[in-house]
């Protein structure tokens, strides 16, 4: 079976938060996927591996978001997680467009995302917090961060895989 989206009813989503109780998402070879924006409904998401899924964009679609008023500019996405890990991922471009607290968050993998250069960090995100960010020199070297104080905030948080 192909996946291509995955849609959640405006009638569903009017309880925001319809995965309650999922705490892990492993997305493995969702080749047609182009965006994981469904993982907005899972609120105490602890866990997110995304691997070999070729066809993968962007995690939360800023469209899609818009389309769930009660969520639209929520700084709770992701306020749970605390492991992060994409792996091969040619097309992803973008976790989130805007910068997101994760005051949970302990370590993130990057590991052949090429395209990805922008996370949804700044310098709030990183106050009071020991972050470990792992992936390949060459990939650290190119990430593309909001201004100085985040990429200052982040480097010592760099580990080469």
């Known amino acids: 079976m192909v996946i291509e989206d995955v ?28 965006d994981a924006s469904w ?3 899972a609120p105490h998401l602890e866990r997110l591996f995304i691997r070999d899924c070729q066809g993968l964009e962007e995690i939360i ?9 009660e969520l639209k500019g929520n700084s709770n996405l992701f306020s749970k997680l605390e492991f992060l890990h994409l792996n091969n991922l040619p097309k992803m471009k973008t976790i989130y467009r805007h910068a997101l607290l994760f005051p949970q968050l302990k370590r993130i993998t990057i590991l052949n995302c090429p395209m990805l250069k922008k996370f949804p960090l700044n310098s709030n995100s990183a106050k009071g917090r020991r972050l470990v960010i792992e992936g390949d020199e060459g990939w650290w070297k190119d ?11 982040f480097f010592p948080s760099f580990k080469h895989r």
Do not use: M
Request: charged share 25%; glycine share 4%; with cysteine.
């Open 39 to 41: 993982i907005i409904f």
């Open 61 to 69: 679609s800023e469209e899609k978001l818009s389309e769930v008023a």
């Open 7 to 34: 849609k959640i009813e405006s009638s569903i989503s009017e309880g925001v938060g319809c995965f309650h109780s999922l705490r892990s998402i492993y997305l493995f070879d969702c080749n047609q996927l182009r």
């Open 143 to 153: 990430v593309e961060w909001e201004d100085e104080s985040t990429q200052i905030a």
